[in-house]
Structures are given as structure tokens and as C-alpha cells.
């Protein structure tokens, strides 16, 4: 690990977090150091002092990774972050991980309130953005309030994508994307022994792994042929589909919901599963609509090039509200795109250059670990399988190089096969 300012630092190689490697595991995913890298610090040689104005929109990784950036080169701006939620931003990754332990915000803060105050770093918590200005160089928020800018950062994430079903809108139904969806889970698990997810996707199992470690009976509902289906291949779906009848996790494929009632889910076909509490994991919902209002150009998210610069002068965008190339929704992904934001934004000129992690999931007694490019390109790959109980690798070449790997069971391998 490298030491700097007395702190040895890391990056998470899952997740792509840099962190204090005293932490001993990485505070985002929760894998331990020996899978991270040490980080080489670059030597700041250009920084700006002004008294520019930088307003940043949202409260995650994106605004946090692009305030941080800010703050590097430029020691006297004023740097202003407004947040809906009630915190500072935190590993939101660890909502589905420890969903039933209870962790709050400050648990998984990204930093410690003094770290913001040391750097003058002002987080308006609490603080809806209801729409911008960019003629103006203004924002508003619920409850009247106005912040100007000289540079603005969008950064207003994702939120999750509700299927248009009817009893979508029941109290017994969570998607999970703040600290408070996950209070609401275990609030509701209080009075029920029987949870429906609904989405086979990787936070879809870990939801239903945490649950099912909390005792209750869980069914997944799989709308496709295959859970994780763009990301790994039916060996390894297989063998996750056994590890989880073996642990008492229901999985039920092909299963489209047509209604959620007050105590059940009826999937399409008619079988009727019974739920006193829902989660629908089924993916993200870009927040670009105040940029579309504004006049940026958006598409399904806000449009950006290799600078993270929108359609407007003076107003960046980054994370999971913005599309540079093919977005995964990832942490890693808009770490990077806001430190970039960041970085131009007070004058900066560097490129965003995206980056592939792994897909990790722990859970129903397995690990399983898959990046690239697992088949799904329909190259012509050389494929090599190594299969034992417990235990699958399954590796995709392409003109000799490694495109694409999926492990389950031992994982640790995967770490080091795309470095
Ligand atoms: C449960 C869960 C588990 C995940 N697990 C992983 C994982 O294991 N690995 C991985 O790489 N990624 C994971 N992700 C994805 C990862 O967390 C996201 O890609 C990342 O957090 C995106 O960061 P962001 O800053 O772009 O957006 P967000 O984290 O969504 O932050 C957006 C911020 O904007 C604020 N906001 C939105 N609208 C407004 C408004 N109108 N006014 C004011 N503020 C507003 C929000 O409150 C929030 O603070 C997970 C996501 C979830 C939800």
C-alpha cells in the first residue's frame, strides 16, 4: 500500500474505491485488501486559487469524487453540494450488502463530517433541486431556496425503475436506493415471514441472500430464462440457481408479474406467490429531467463528452445521471466520471477513459466473479471450462487474449486474470 500525509491508501480493485487501508476492507463493497492495489498518488502540479462559485447537484459518489477534485486544485472557491437526502454521501453499495444489519449513513459515510470542513466544503443536505437555469447560472429548490454558479455539476444519480404494474404503489412495496428503502425493509420484515423479490439481477440476490439470512422465505422472480443473464453464462447461472434451492431461496423463471395484491404477487401465467413484503430490484431510472428541462441535450441520460461536458457551457455532468459510451450504473464508474467532471470543471483538461470491473456477488454460500466479455458478443471465442464440484471457471479468448472470464466458488483467482 502507499503511504501519504502518514495514511497508507488502496484502491478497492471490485469497486475501484481509493480508501484508508487501515479500514482493512473496502468500505464501499466490503472486500478485504487482498483485493486491492496499492495507489500511486499523482503530484499535483497545476492548482488554481479563485473565487469561483461551483455548485454541485447531488449527494453520491459523482458530486462527492468531483468536490473532492474541486478542492485538489483550487483552494479558495466556494464549493456548495445540494443533496435530497438526509446525509452526506455514503457507500450505497453496502444498502443490499448488510440490508438487514441495520447500518445507517454515518456508518457508511464516504468521509466524516469534519473531512467537509476542513476542505470548506459546504453539503446542503435535505435540499431538492426542482430546476436550473443555465441563462441565469441558478438553481432552485423545494421551499424557495436559489443557489448561483460560476461551474455547475450535475450529478443527480439514479433513481430505481418501477415496472407500471398494478399494487406497485402499496406500503409493502421497496425498491432500494437510499438508507431510508432499506429502514423501510426492515420495518416492514418486522410483520411478515414472506418476501417476493422481483428481478434476478445481482442486487436482486443480494436483497434476497440478506433476507434469507434474516430467516424469512424468500422467492426470486426472474422474468427471463436465466438470473445475471447478461452478465454470466448458463453454467454459472446454474450453478448460483443450485446454490440458492440449496440455502431455501425460491427461484422462479419465466416469471413476469402481472399484480401485486396486499398479501401475494400473481405472475402473468396465474401462479400466485405469497408476499408481505415486495422488493422490485429491475433496474435504474436516470435523473436527467431537470437537465432535459433546462435545455441540455439528454437522451435517457444527459449527454456528455470525453471532458464530461454537457451541451451548456459552465455545466458538467457525471455518474449514473450521465452517458458517455455504454453506462453499467457502477460506483467505479462515477467515482471516475466525477473526479474527471471535477478535475475540468476548475480547469482542468483530462480525459475520461472507462474502465471495466468486476461483477462480484457474495452470497447463498458462493461467491461468484465475472468480467468482459462472457460469450454474449457471439465472437469466435476459444472457450476453455474447468468444472469440479463447487467449483466452475469458465474463460472466453479471443485471437489469444482473455476477453471475458466467469469463476464461482473460489474466486480469488479473478482478481489478477485482467491486470
Ligand atoms: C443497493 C445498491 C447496491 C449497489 N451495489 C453496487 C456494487 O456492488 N458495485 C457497484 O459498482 N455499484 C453498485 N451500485 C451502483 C452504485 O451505487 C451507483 O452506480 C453509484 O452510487 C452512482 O453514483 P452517483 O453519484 O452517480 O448517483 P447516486 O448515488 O444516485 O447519487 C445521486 C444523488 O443525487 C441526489 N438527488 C437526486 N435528485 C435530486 C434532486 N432533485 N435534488 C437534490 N438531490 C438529488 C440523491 O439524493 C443522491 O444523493 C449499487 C447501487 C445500489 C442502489
Same mark, same amino acid.
Given at each position: 500500500?502507499?503511504?501519504?500525509?502518514?495514511?497508507?491508501?488502496?484502491?478497492?480493485?471490485?469497486?475501484?474505491?481509493?480508501?484508508?487501508?487501515?479500514?482493512?476492507?473496502?468500505?464501499?463493497?466490503?472486500?478485504?485488501?487482498?483485493?486491492?492495489?496499492?495507489?500511486?498518488?499523482?503530484?499535483?502540479?497545476?492548482?488554481?486559487?479563485?473565487?469561483?462559485?461551483?455548485?454541485?447537484?447531488?449527494?453520491?459518489?459523482?458530486?462527492?469524487?468531483?468536490?473532492?477534485?474541486?478542492?485538489?486544485?483550487?483552494?479558495?472557491?466556494?464549493?456548495?453540494?445540494?443533496?435530497?437526502?438526509?446525509?452526506?454521501?455514503?457507500?450505497?453499495?453496502?444498502?443490499?450488502?448488510?440490508?438487514?444489519?441495520?447500518?445507517?449513513?454515518?456508518?457508511?459515510?464516504?468521509?466524516?463530517?469534519?473531512?467537509?470542513?476542513?476542505?470548506?466544503?459546504?453539503?446542503?443536505?435535505?435540499?431538492?433541486?426542482?430546476?436550473?437555469?443555465?441563462?441565469?447560472?441558478?438553481?432552485?429548490?423545494?421551499?424557495?431556496?436559489?443557489?448561483?454558479?460560476?461551474?455547475?455539476?450535475?450529478?443527480?444519480?439514479?433513481?430505481?425503475?418501477?415496472?407500471?404494474?398494478?399494487?406497485?404503489?402499496?406500503?409493502?412495496?421497496?425498491?432500494?436506493?437510499?438508507?431510508?428503502?432499506?429502514?423501510?425493509?426492515?420495518?416492514?420484515?418486522?410483520?411478515?415471514?414472506?418476501?417476493?423479490?422481483?428481478?434476478?439481477?445481482?442486487?436482486?440476490?443480494?436483497?434476497?441472500?440478506?433476507?434469507?439470512?434474516?430467516?424469512?422465505?424468500?422467492?426470486?422472480?426472474?422474468?427471463?430464462?436465466?438470473?445475471?443473464?447478461?452478465?454470466?453464462?448458463?453454467?454459472?447461472?446454474?450453478?448460483?440457481?443450485?446454490?440458492?434451492?440449496?440455502?431455501?431461496?425460491?427461484?422462479?423463471?419465466?416469471?413476469?408479474? +402481472?399484480? =401485486?395484491? %396486499?398479501?401475494?404477487? /400473481?405472475? *402473468? #401465467?396465474?401462479?400466485?406467490?405469497?408476499?408481505?413484503? &415486495?422488493? !422490485?430490484? +429491475?433496474? =435504474?431510472? %436516470?435523473?436527467?429531467? /431537470?437537465? *432535459? #428541462?433546462?435545455?441540455?441535450?439528454?437522451?435517457?441520460? &444527459?449527454? !456528455?463528452?470525453?471532458?464530461?461536458?454537457?451541451?451548456?457551457?459552465?455545466?458538467?455532468?457525471?455518474?449514473?445521471?450521465?452517458?458517455?459510451?455504454?453506462?453499467?450504473?457502477?460506483?467505479?464508474?462515477?467515482?471516475?466520471?466525477?473526479?474527471?467532471?471535477?478535475?475540468?470543471?476548475?480547469?482542468?483538461?483530462?480525459?475520461?477513459?472507462?474502465?471495466?470491473?468486476?461483477?462480484?456477488?457474495?452470497?447463498?454460500?458462493?461467491?461468484?466473479?465475472?468480467?468482459?466479455?462472457?460469450?454474449?458478443?457471439?465472437?469466435?471465442?476459444?472457450?476453455?471450462?474447468?468444472?469440479?464440484?463447487?467449483?466452475?471457471?469458465?474463460?472466453?479468448?479471443?485471437?489469444?487474449?482473455?476477453?471475458?472470464?466467469?469463476?464461482?466458488?473460489?474466486?480469488?483467482?479473478?482478481?489478477?486474470?485482467?491486470?
Amino acid at each position: 500500500m502507499t503511504e501519504t500525509q502518514g495514511k497508507m491508501l488502496a484502491r478497492c480493485l471490485v469497486c475501484g474505491e481509493v480508501f484508508d487501508a487501515s479500514l482493512e476492507k473496502c468500505p464501499v463493497c466490503g472486500v478485504g485488501l487482498d483485493r486491492c492495489e496499492p495507489v500511486l498518488l499523482e503530484r499535483l502540479d497545476q492548482t488554481e486559487d479563485t473565487a469561483e462559485k461551483f455548485l454541485i447537484l447531488g449527494g453520491g459518489a459523482a458530486a462527492f469524487n468531483a468536490a473532492k477534485a474541486i478542492r485538489e486544485r483550487n483552494a479558495t472557491a466556494s464549493i456548495v453540494m445540494l443533496t435530497a437526502e438526509d446525509a452526506p454521501p455514503y457507500a450505497r453499495p453496502m444498502l443490499t450488502k448488510t440490508l438487514m444489519s441495520g447500518a445507517s449513513a454515518e456508518d457508511m459515510a464516504v468521509e466524516s463530517s469534519a473531512w467537509y470542513d476542513e476542505r470548506d466544503i459546504y453539503v446542503v443536505t435535505g435540499c431538492r433541486v426542482t430546476s436550473l437555469d443555465t441563462a441565469e447560472k441558478m438553481v432552485q429548490c423545494e421551499g424557495g431556496y436559489g443557489f448561483v454558479y460560476d461551474k455547475l455539476i450535475y450529478a443527480l444519480g439514479a433513481g430505481c425503475f418501477m415496472p407500471d404494474m398494478p399494487g406497485n404503489d402499496l406500503p409493502h412495496v421497496v425498491t432500494i436506493r437510499t438508507v431510508e428503502d432499506a429502514q423501510r425493509v426492515r420495518e416492514i420484515a418486522k410483520g411478515t415471514q414472506d418476501a417476493v423479490v422481483i428481478g434476478g439481477g445481482v442486487l436482486g440476490l443480494e436483497a434476497a441472500w440478506a433476507l434469507r439470512e434474516s430467516g424469512m422465505n424468500v422467492t426470486v422472480l426472474e422474468r427471463g430464462n436465466q438470473i445475471m443473464k447478461r452478465q454470466i453464462d448458463e453454467g454459472a447461472a446454474a450453478l448460483l440457481t443450485a446454490a440458492m434451492a440449496d440455502k431455501g431461496v425460491t427461484l422462479l423463471q419465466n416469471a413476469q408479474t +402481472a399484480q =401485486i395484491t %396486499p398479501d401475494s404477487v /400473481i405472475l *402473468k #401465467d396465474g401462479r400466485e406467490v405469497k408476499a408481505g413484503l &415486495v422488493i !422490485v430490484s +429491475a433496474g =435504474i431510472s %436516470p435523473n436527467a429531467a /431537470i437537465a *432535459k #428541462d433546462a435545455g441540455l441535450t439528454v437522451g435517457k441520460q &444527459v449527454e !456528455v463528452d470525453e471532458f464530461m461536458r454537457t451541451s451548456e457551457p459552465d455545466v458538467y455532468a457525471c455518474g449514473d445521471c450521465a452517458a458517455y459510451g455504454i453506462s453499467y450504473g457502477l460506483w467505479s464508474e462515477a467515482s471516475e466520471m466525477g473526479r474527471v467532471a471535477g478535475v475540468n470543471a476548475a480547469g482542468g483538461q483530462e480525459e475520461y477513459i472507462p474502465q471495466t470491473r468486476p461483477l462480484i456477488f457474495h452470497g447463498m454460500g458462493t461467491a461468484l466473479f465475472a468480467q468482459g466479455d462472457c460469450g454474449k458478443l457471439g465472437l469466435n471465442y476459444s472457450v476453455e471450462e474447468i468444472s469440479r464440484p463447487g467449483q466452475y471457471e469458465k474463460y472466453w479468448r479471443f485471437g489469444g487474449v482473455l476477453v471475458g472470464a466467469v469463476l464461482v466458488g473460489d474466486i480469488s483467482k479473478g482478481f489478477t486474470l485482467f491486470r
